[in-house]
């Protein structure tokens, strides 16, 4: 039961250019989704996140939006560069019955920034 | 800038031992948590815990899993008894208030059962 889904197992974008991951989800509860950035051999590392209460949250280049309606969400990083390259994991949470906010991932996206 | 550390970084196990994970998340974090991601596969949530009892845990988090925060820094994971399918790289992780925005992960464990 894949509650958060990452369709896109990688992406390829030239250094400058902007990244575009996505993420869908099926579970109407989740009311917090964020992003995080894993690099081989290391913890995911959080970069950013977004209420179910907005649309859109920026942190310098990178940018996520929320489309409620269509159970979507994006991460845009602009400009990307060659640093940026790891797997995105895209990850919801939600609060009702007091839940603590354990998080459910997608399975990832591979970002590789070429020069 | 504080961070959660784990130790040991990679543990090797024979099918049937014990192992215990150890994780010392940020010091004034009060909720915390166990992922595993089986290689190949995404991060999965094992189980939550928040003033000294566990609040959620998964279908994965059966019998032979249990937590413990022994003292006021560690925050542990027991395996009863290794299964091949326990291999994986385990993460622990930690937040402060419960509607904080973002856990903040260790670099994990990488639990090998032979």
């Known amino acids: 039961d894949q509650q958060v889904k990452q369709n896109s197992p990688s992406l390829s974008v030239q250094e400058g250019r902007i990244s575009i991951l996505n993420c869908d989800y099926t579970?109407?509860?989740?009311?917090?989704f964020l992003w995080y950035k894993k690099y081989p051999a290391e913890g995911p590392t959080f970069l950013i996140s977004?209420?179910?209460?907005?649309d859109k949250n920026e942190d310098g280049r990178f940018t996520v939006f929320l489309n409620k309606s269509a159970k979507h969400l994006s991460l845009h990083i602009v400009p990307s560069q060659p640093g940026d390259s790891a797997v995105y994991f895209c990850?919801?949470?939600?609060?009702?019955?007091?839940?603590?906010?354990?998080?459910?991932f997608g399975k990832g996206t591979k970002l590789s920034v070429k020069p | 800038e504080p961070e959660v550390t784990q130790t040991p970084s990679h543990q090797v196990t024979q099918m049937g031992q014990e192992v215990i994970l150890r994780c010392v998340p940020i010091?004034?974090?009060?909720?915390f948590y166990w992922y595993r991601q089986i290689l190949g596969q995404k991060v999965e949530f094992l189980v939550s815990?928040?003033?000294?009892?566990?609040?959620?845990k998964s279908e994965i988090f059966d019998d032979q899993f249990s937590v413990e925060r022994p003292d006021g820094s560690n925050f542990t994971l027991k395996i009863r008894s290794t299964k091949l399918e326990d291999s994986a790289m385990y993460f622990c992780?930690?937040?402060?208030?419960?509607?904080?925005?973002?856990?903040?992960f260790g670099p994990g464990t990488r639990l090998t059962v032979l």
């Open positions: 010091s004034n974090h009060l909720y």
């Open positions: 990850a919801a949470s939600a609060f009702y019955g007091g839940s603590q906010g354990n998080l459910i």
């Open positions: 992780a930690s937040k402060t208030s419960g509607r904080a925005l973002g856990q903040f």
């Open positions: 815990f928040y003033n000294n009892e566990i609040s959620e």
């Open positions: 579970n109407s509860m989740f009311d917090y």
């Open positions: 977004i209420s179910s209460i907005k």
